[in-house]
């Protein structure tokens, strides 16, 4: 490690903080515990209710499945399940990134998300 100064604001590298005109990049997320519950919320609302209507046509409804039919239905089985584990994030953002939920629960939640995410690519043709 250099022991002299650094090239900006005649500080050392490894305390330097900002740029030469003394700026130093914060970012203020205050508006996440607002817009995030929302957002989320509506996402989750709409989600279930209309991925349920889907579920119920594809699986009550429909009497032939061809490629797309079979598509669809897993399409919609992994938004359900997204949506299902969104209230979990409306109350975490709502209580200031509080999660006073167990840590299996936790790690559940994000399993999920990720194989929602998983069965998402998995399923694009």
């Not at 209230?87 to 194989?115: E, M, N, Q, R």
Request: proline content about 3%; aromatic content about 16%.
């Amino acid at each position: 490690m250099a022991t002299g100064l650094g090239l900006w604001n005649g500080t050392n590298n490894d305390t330097w903080d900002g740029d030469e005109l003394g700026y130093k990049c914060r970012f203020n997320e205050d508006f996440k515990y607002v817009l995030l519950p929302v957002s989320y919320g509506v996402v989750c609302v709409l989600g279930l209710i209309l991925n349920v209507a889907v579920l119920y046509v594809f699986l009550c409804r429909l009497k032939t499945w061809n490629a797309s039919t079979t598509y669809m239905f897993h399409l919609a089985v992994s938004d359900a399940l997204y949506a299902a584990s969104l209230p979990l994030l409306v109350y975490y953002y709502a209580h200031g990134d509080h999660w006073p939920f167990s840590t299996v629960l936790c790690k559940l939640k994000f399993l999920i998300a990720w194989l929602v995410w998983l069965s998402g690519l998995s399923i694009l043709p």
